[in-house]
C-alpha cells in the first residue's frame, strides 16, 4: 500500500483547506485510512479515520465539527476538508492506511504516506 498526500500550503485563521490522499494498492475498500497529524514538539495524533468496510468515521476532538473526513473508493482517494483553521492546526499532516476498523492510535496504522505541511498564521 502506497500513501500520497496533498493540498497543504499557508492560510489565515478561519480560512478552509482540503488535503487529498492518493492510495495505491489492491483492495482499497477493505481498507481503513486515516489522516494524522504533528506539530512541532508534539507526538502525531490521528485526527480523523474511515473505513469504507462498515462505514465508520473518527474524528478527534479536537477538529470535531470543523475537519470533515470522506473518501472515494472508485478513484483511491481520501479527503481531509478543514475549515475555520486555527493556528493550532498546524502541523505536517499524513495519510496512513491500515486493515480493518478505524483506530484512534498512530501505532494501530502499518502504511504512511509522505506529510503535506499546513500553516495556519493568526
Known amino acids: 500500500v502506497q500513501l500520497q498526500a496533498s493540498g497543504g500550503g499557508l492560510v489565515q485563521a478561519g480560512d478552509s483547506l482540503r488535503l487529498s490522499c492518493a492510495v495505491s494498492g489492491r483492495a482499497f475498500s477493505t481498507y481503513s485510512v486515516a489522516w494524522s497529524r504533528q506539530a512541532p514538539g508534539k507526538e502525531r495524533e490521528v485526527v480523523a479515520a474511515?473505513?469504507?468496510?462498515?462505514?465508520?468515521?473518527y474524528y478527534a476532538d479536537s477538529v470535531k465539527g470543523r475537519f470533515t473526513i470522506s473518501g472515494d473508493s472508485a478513484e483511491n482517494m481520501v479527503y481531509l476538508q478543514m475549515n475555520s483553521l486555527k493556528p493550532e492546526d498546524t502541523a505536517l499532516y499524513f495519510c496512513a492506511a491500515r486493515w480493518g476498523t478505524v483506530a484512534a492510535d498512530t501505532r494501530n496504522y502499518a502504511y504512511w504516506g509522505q506529510g503535506t505541511l499546513v500553516t495556519v498564521s493568526s
Open positions: 474511515i473505513s469504507f468496510i462498515g462505514g465508520r468515521i
